[in-house]
């Protein structure tokens, strides 16, 4: 019996090397499925980390906007403030100048309510002296009204107010306001109530109120008022006499030139056209005055202001409208910047037998 041949590499021993083997193959399978498993879990926790970063990134994005309207509006609101505080600042301003002025108007309104006391009382004397007159027929006199000055002056000014038909001419421009150039500006842009309490005015008021009550009882009379243009102080009487007698048209002409507020510039030569409109011609001229005018019988196109030789020609000319035989008198106020005007006047006066007086601060 053949002996069995002995094989190194037998079926156990195969055995035992591919068990060995296959024990690697599935550790070294269970190591590597378990790393697998581990990096998916890192992976699947950072990718929840990734996914809620990119939330809070997402949510940072929607904050932002909300931020950014947030102060798109808070810059429109600043705007909006800034606006309205300038606004309101310009509204104080313009405020604490409306009170400025609300404060000189009331200042100017109690002055001129003060000197209206001041003249009320005056007329209230007047009217008093003018009853007691009327009850002593012996104190009348010729005098339609009475007068009362301020102490016991008396002048000697050589201007005789008689005749049987006087007329009254009375400037009512604007330079009638005060005696300066830069004062009459100023005033020109002042409150009415403020303008009829200028000195001069005030004092040219006192003047025909003094010749309004030195017009003899038997004559006529007619009060013009002129500064560019010329109209009677009684509406309705251009080209009519008034009766010196009659003491309520004197007493309405005087009160209807106390209500005007000077303005304008000056044509004599209008004056002097209303004034030829009587019938019959004057015996007497009184006017009241402070310089030489400023136009014609209209005003001048192109040209807005005129010179001292302008002035004396335009004075020439409206002398050629005056009647040659009737005696002119004027009171001339005074008024800077009008050198010519006295003399000027002083001629007209001296050729038709009439007088020039140029009077103090206290007359009449």
């Not at 409206?318 to 005007?341: Q, T, W």
């Not at 000027?344 to 038709?352: E, G, M, P, S, V």
Request: charged letters at 25%; glycine letters at 6%.
């Amino acid at each position: 019996m053949a002996r069995r041949k002995t094989e190194i590499f037998s079926m156990s021993f195969l055995d035992c090397i591919t068990c060995a083997f296959g024990s690697v193959v599935l550790v070294y399978t269970l190591i590597n499925a378990q790393g697998g498993l581990r990096r998916i879990t890192e992976v699947t926790v950072n990718q929840a980390e990734v996914d809620k970063m990119e939330q809070q990134v997402l949510e940072g994005y929607q904050r932002l906007v909300v931020l950014r309207n947030s102060m798109e509006k808070t810059d429109e609101d600043h705007v909006k403030t800034e606006g309205l505080g300038t606004r309101v600042l310009d509204e104080t301003e313009k405020l604490k100048v409306e009170l400025a002025d609300a404060d000189k108007d009331t200042l100017s309104r109690r002055e001129a309510i003060e000197k209206l006391k001041a003249d009320l009382k005056s007329l209230d004397e007047g009217n008093r002296r003018l009853e007691g007159a009327t009850r002593d027929a012996s104190s009348t006199g010729t005098r339609v009204r009475g007068f009362i000055g301020q102490g016991d002056r008396q002048y000697l000014t050589g201007l005789k107010v008689g005749g049987k038909h006087v007329v009254l001419l009375v400037d009512v421009s604007a330079s009638m306001l005060d005696e300066t150039l830069v004062n009459v500006l100023r005033m020109r842009n002042m409150p009415e109530s403020r303008k009829l309490l200028s000195d001069k005015w005030r004092r040219t008021l006192q003047t025909v109120d003094w010749l309004s009550a030195q017009v003899p009882l038997e004559s006529e009379f007619q009060i013009f008022a002129f500064n560019t243009k010329a109209w009677p102080l009684v509406p309705g009487t251009e080209g009519k006499w008034l009766k010196a007698s009659d003491p309520s048209a004197m007493n309405e002409a005087v009160d209807n030139l106390r209500k005007l507020v000077p303005q304008d510039g000056t044509s004599i030569e209008n004056a002097f056209t209303a004034m030829n409109a009587l019938t019959p011609k004057p015996d007497s001229v009184i006017m009241i005055t402070d310089g030489l005018p400023t136009q014609g019988a209209t005003a001048p196109l192109l040209r807005k202001t005129v010179d001292g030789d302008a002035r004396l020609k335009l004075f020439e000319h409206a002398v050629g409208k005056y009647p040659r035989d009737v005696p002119f008198n004027v009171i001339l106020m005074p008024m800077e910047g009008d050198p010519s005007a006295p003399s000027a006047f002083w001629q007209l006066a001296r050729r038709t037998n009439g007088s020039f007086l140029s009077p103090s601060k206290d007359w009449p």
